[in-house]
Structure formats: structure tokens, C-alpha cells
């Protein structure tokens, strides 16, 4: 159990923010001491995580705490059981998080790699992706805004987890038939983990993918699409300061390339028009990037 001095310190939130979720949405139920002072479980620690992580995406607090109480609601607790059939929870531990930014803290390499390498392969990603990743990468960012990390710790994670993002991407199997899917970041985009996970996830459920990375320019989108006959493009749409630029590729494969199916993820992808949202859980996602893939190829013509 954690006092809420220590479930504000390992999930990034200010205590005045943490009070507010919890009276205003509810989204944790901490108990008490005899003396009144609130006690936070694993449970609740992680709730909060989630909702922070979603909060960072660019999540109103209102729909942030919705998502969060439906992802935590469906077993009845928040952790989720290995699709193996083993009971280690994807989340794992907080113990496992404190050991994450004391070792990213320490600048110790070693540590940091071999967390994340037994974590990453702990359950179908998707799932590890939603329940671990995320919500782990906000944790060390409110770490890092607390002084409990440098930069340098931050950037050790942060760059750890996109070579392994990267590994597991040319590790999966890619298809041999059905239409190709671009991947990339707009113009002047860094902010590429979460694009990343995306892409994982699609190649490993059998979409053809080809990620071309961050700050992709808007005539290099163009191209990549014509060039490579593609049948669909993914844009993320991480910052506010990403809707504009990407808008602009928007609009610019929707003149050049009409039939080609244009999505966006990310907090900002609501602000985006002529172009596909694809929400924020992973494998909702892909099914509506492969439904609307399925709609596109009956329409074409014969």
C-alpha cells in the first residue's frame, strides 16, 4: 500500500491533480487509516497511471477517466493475466517501476535493458503495449519533470524502448499479400514511440506495413504512397503543435491519392479532418484500419 505522497511521486501527478481525479471521477477508491489518511493499492497506482498516460495523449480528464474505468473494470481489477495462461499481470509491479527510474536514475544501461527486455515479452504486446508501456513511459516522464531523473535517464529510456519497438518490428512476419500500409510521423514530428507501438502491433496482426519514421516531409508522403501502391496511410498526431502539419498531409493525399485509405492516431487526432480516427486502444485500432481497408478494396473496381 502507498501513501498518496508515493502514488503521486511514481505516477507524475501533482497531489492536488490526484485528489481532484479521484473526487470528481472516481477513478480510484483508496482506503483508509484509522487516522484517515489514504492508502493507494498496485491497483489504483496503475488506474492512475493509465489515466495520466491517457491525459498526456491529449485525452480530456472527463474521457481519459471513462477510458481508464473501462480498461481496469473488465477483470475486475487492474491487471490483466498472461495470454499463456500464466497469472504474472502485464503491469507487473511497481517495485518493477521503481527498479525502471532508479536504474534510468543511476544511468545504468545493464538494468535498464534487461527490465524492459522482461517486460516487452511478458504478454501479447498489444496488451503489454496499453498496460505497461504506455503508462510506464508517463511515470518516468513525471520523474524526469520532478528531478528524480535528468534528461539523460529519460533519453536512456526512451531510446532503449524505441530500438526494442524497432527489433520487434523486423522480428514479426511480414504478409506476402494484401494492400500496404505507410507509416509515419507529419513534418517536424518527433514524438514517434507511440506511432512505433502502432506499428508493431499491425505488422504483427498480419498487415503489410512499411514505417518510415519521424518528420516525414508532406511531398515524401506523397511519394511514398504512389511509389509503393499503397492502400493505406497512418499519421500520428501526438502534439497540437502536429495538427497543422499534418493536416497538410492530409488534404495533400486525399487530392493526389483519393482512394487510398488516410488514418490518424494520437491525442490530437480528433482535430484532424478528411481522415480516419483511430481512437486509442491499439487493437480497436487495427480492426477499423482493416475494415476500412476491406471497404476500400470492394469499391474498387474489377
Known sequence: MYTIKRAAELTGIGLATLR?????????????????????SDNDVRALSIMASLVDD????????????????GSGTATVSS???????????????????????????????????????????????????????????????????????????????????????EEAARPTTGPLVVLGLPPGSRHELGLLAF??????????TAYFGADLPVSDWEAAV????AG????????????????????RLRDCSPAVVVAVGGGYQEDITG??????????GIALLREQLDVAGSTQPA
Request: hydrophobic share 50%; charged share 20%.
Open 20 to 40: 481532484a481525479w479521484e473526487r470528481r471521477y472516481g477513478v480510484v477508491s483508496p482506503s483508509r487509516t484509522e487516522s484517515r489518511y489514504r492508502l493507494y
Open 58 to 73: 491529449g485525452w480530456t480528464a472527463s474521457e481519459a477517466a471513462a477510458e481508464t474505468l473501462r480498461r481496469v473494470s
Open 83 to 169: 495470454v499463456a495462461g500464466g497469472s504474472a499481470p502485464a503491469f507487473a509491479t511497481l517495485d518493477e517501476l521503481d527498479e525502471l527510474i532508479a536504474a534510468a536514475a543511476e544511468l545504468d544501461v545493464d538494468r535498464v535493458s534487461a527490465i524492459l527486455d522482461r517486460a516487452l515479452v511478458r504478454d501479447d504486446f498489444t496488451v503489454v503495449a496499453a498496460q505497461w508501456l504506455m503508462p510506464v513511459l508517463t511515470a518516468v516522464g513525471g520523474a524526469w519533470a520532478d528531478g528524480r531523473m535528468t534528461a539523460a535517464g529519460e533519453h536512456l529510456i526512451s531510446y532503449a524502448v524505441q530500438r526494442r519497438l524497432a527489433g520487434l518490428y
Open 199 to 208: 506499428a508493431v502491433a499491425a505488422r504483427q496482426a498480419g498487415l503489410d
Open 226 to 229: 504512389s511509389s509503393r501502391s
Open 232 to 251: 493505406a496511410a497512418v499519421l500520428s498526431v501526438p502534439r497540437l503543435a502536429d495538427v497543422v502539419p499534418a493536416q497538410s498531409v492530409v488534404d
Open 275 to 284: 481522415a480516419h480516427h483511430l481512437g486509442h486502444d491499439l487493437a480497436d
